[in-house]
């Protein structure tokens, strides 16, 4: 089964922005629809960005404007760039992949997480 590792994450000062990386160790080109959800403390687990294997995407309306989420099925990374960010993006931030069209549906893989925090 292909694994998702993600990098990227760390402290940043709000306002500031990271590039969160996800790396597949095999074909992505096999998931459908692949996205990054947050996990903040004492909160659910949310979808914050989603891309499909024809590049349309999909945003929370806390981040839209903010945040682009891209896929490059050469290098079998998925990226998430955040701008401007702020207290309330603080979570831990997993990457997601399903041959579904959408999440929730068959079979699902996720990496195992990535902290940011931001600070006001």
């Known amino acids: 089964q292909v694994q998702l590792v993600e990098s990227g994450g760390g402290l940043v000062q709000a306002g500031g922005s990271l590039r969160l990386s996800c790396v597949a160790s095999?074909?992505?080109?096999?998931?459908?629809?692949m996205g990054w959800y947050r996990q903040a403390p004492e909160k659910q687990r949310e979808l914050v960005a989603g891309?499909?294997?024809?590049?349309?995407?999909n945003y929370a309306d806390s981040v839209k404007g903010r945040f682009t989420i891209s896929r490059d099925n050469v290098k079998n990374m998925v990226y998430l760039q955040m701008n401007s960010l702020k207290p309330e993006d603080t979570g831990v931030y997993y990457c997601?992949?399903?041959?579904?069209?959408?999440?929730?549906?068959?079979?699902?893989?996720w990496g195992q997480g990535t902290q940011v925090t931001v600070s006001s």
């Open positions: 095999g074909s992505i080109s096999r998931f459908n629809f």
């Open positions: 997601y992949a399903t041959p579904a069209n959408s999440p929730g549906w068959g079979i699902s893989v």
């Open positions: 891309v499909t294997s024809g590049r349309r995407t």
